[in-house]
T-cell receptor, first 112, second 113 residues
Framework: GEDVEQSLFLSVREGDSSVINCTYT??????LYWYKQEPGAGLQLLTY?????DMKQDQRLTVLLNKKDKHLSLRIADTQTGDSAIYFC????????????FGKGTKLSVKP | DAGVIQSPRHEVTEMGQEVTLRCKPI?????LFWYRQTMMRGLELLIY????????DSGMPEDRFSAKMPNASFSTLKIQPSEPRDSAVYFC???????????FGNGTRLTVT
């Protein structure tokens, strides 16, 4: 079945780059997403990538997709304390009519 | 655009009571999803609707859970009777079309004592 795996924790220093990794199992994924969840809030869409792309850049965010290895990463440049949150990777499967499969989330802690 | 609106933000109830969670999706979005989030299990899809019609309710844990979408701007998730293991944060999300990104509400934190 479908499964999305992420490491649970990542700690970085302010100003460094953060790289959050995700692996997925279903090769029929059409879109892959990164969501951010701050305490007490819902999930906020950060960025997404279509499965036929290798990379997408949006200001401080860079998404890399290795479809052969089913590996997705999110790089945050110049990480700030405001980036501290839980980051969820999600895949949208072909034929799933919009259902997303989420990973369990990576908690990013940014130390000053 | 007000985003997805959920109410209440917090609900504390006693075991055995009926609980109703409410959601107003973003106008024009054809898909509506109910998720449950716990520390142990992460985000679980409970049910989703397309054009007010339930498409997949295989994630609904038991018959105690039911969801309705009487019109395009309103959905409810009901738990009756509630149990302590139902304690979680329940999120509603909506999407414009097939494979479009989902927009989440801020969730309802349910505590059943």
């Amino acid at each position: 079945g479908e499964d999305v795996e992420q490491s649970l924790f990542l700690s970085v220093r302010e100003g460094d780059s953060s790289v959050i990794n995700c692996t997925y199992t279903d090769s029929s994924s059409t879109y892959l997403y990164w969501y951010k969840q701050e305490p007490g809030a819902g999930l906020q869409l950060l960025t997404y990538i279509f499965s036929n792309m290798d990379m997408k850049q949006d200001q401080r965010l860079t998404v890399l997709l290795n479809k052969k290895d089913k590996h997705l990463s999110l790089r945050i440049a110049d990480t700030q304390t405001g980036d501290s949150a839980i980051y969820f990777c999600a895949e949208s499967l072909k034929g799933s009519q919009g259902n997303l499969i989420f990973g369990k989330g990576t908690k990013l802690s940014v130390k000053p | 655009d007000a985003g997805v609106i959920q109410s209440p933000r917090h609900e504390v109830t006693e075991m055995g009571q009926e609980v109703t969670l409410r959601c107003k999706p973003i106008s024009g979005h054809d898909y509506l999803f109910w998720y449950r989030q716990t520390m142990m299990r992460g985000l679980e899809l409970l049910i989703y609707f397309n054009n007010n019609v339930p498409i997949d309710d295989s994630g609904m844990p038991e018959d105690r859970f039911s969801a309705k979408m009487p019109n395009a701007s309103f959905s409810t998730l009901k738990i009756q009777p509630s149990e302590p293991r139902d304690s979680a944060v329940y999120f509603c999300a909506s999407g414009r079309m097939y494979n479009s990104p989902l927009h989440f509400g801020n969730g309802t934190r349910l505590t059943v004592t």
